[in-house]
């Protein structure tokens, strides 16, 4: 089955300074990867999500590339700010009848003053 | 429109006791998803329901069980508490027709077992 690994599992940058997360995947017939935030206190949110027919994708501060050659990809935050402080998971999927989706075990970002 | 909605936020029961937990989706939404989290442990899957159906299930015992109503709410429910099963489990929901799509979480019921 599909497993999804997660790096690094805690990260720390200073503010302004960009945050890179790198989540492998195993199943090549995976199409599906979002990824999630996580405040303190509640449920892990959609932040940005990619299909495996495109290659990346933004979203103001926050872009996430795609190699599927490699099973990986990664989500870039730049221009960091203190609200980024989360734990953001990435997860893979294969969208049919039957696959659910699988989490990577998340990564802890802080954001340095 | 509405979030997926969970009750209760919060819970405290003892070893031995058995516990349901509900999990409102956001409507339109037929499926539901349930998630155990611990602290360092990530989101460990649970089962994942679809019109009244168990479409997929995680690797836990069963103590663990769940079902959903034709109104797409569901309830998980776990017997025989063990002081292991303190977590966060949340839910999730999506619109269903293909399983591995986008899910959005509830806020999690915060189970403290003693």
């Known amino acids: 089955g599909e497993n999804v690994e997660q790096h690094p599992s805690t990260l720390s940058v200073q503010e302004g300074d960009s945050a890179v997360i790198k989540c492998t995947y195993s199943d090549s017939a995976s199409n599906y990867f979002p990824w999630y935030k996580q405040e303190l206190g509640k449920g892990p949110q959609l932040i940005i999500d990619?299909?495996?027919?495109?290659g990346e994708k933004k979203d103001q501060r926050i872009a996430v590339t795609l190699n599927k050659t490699a099973k990986h990809f990664s989500l870039h935050i730049t221009e960091t700010q203190p609200e980024d402080s989360a734990v953001y998971f990435c997860a893979a999927s294969r969208v049919n009848r039957d696959d659910k989706i699988i989490f990577g075990k998340g990564t802890r970002l802080h954001i340095l003053p | 429109k509405a979030g997926v909605t969970q009750t209760p936020r919060y819970l405290i029961k003892t070893r031995g006791q058995q516990v349901t937990l509900s999990c409102s989706p956001i409507s339109g939404h037929r499926s539901v998803s349930w998630y155990q989290q611990t602290p360092g442990q990530g989101l460990q899957f649970l089962f994942e329901y679809f019109s009244e159906t168990q479409r997929n299930k995680g690797n836990f015992p069963g103590r663990f069980s769940g079902r959903q109503f034709s109104n797409s709410r569901s309830e998980m429910n776990v017997s025989t508490l063990e002081l292991g099963d303190s977590a966060l489990y949340l839910c999730a929901s999506s619109f269903g027709d293909r399983a591995g799509e986008t899910q959005y979480f509830g806020p999690g019921t915060r189970l403290l077992v003693l």
């Open positions: 990619i299909r495996s027919n495109v």
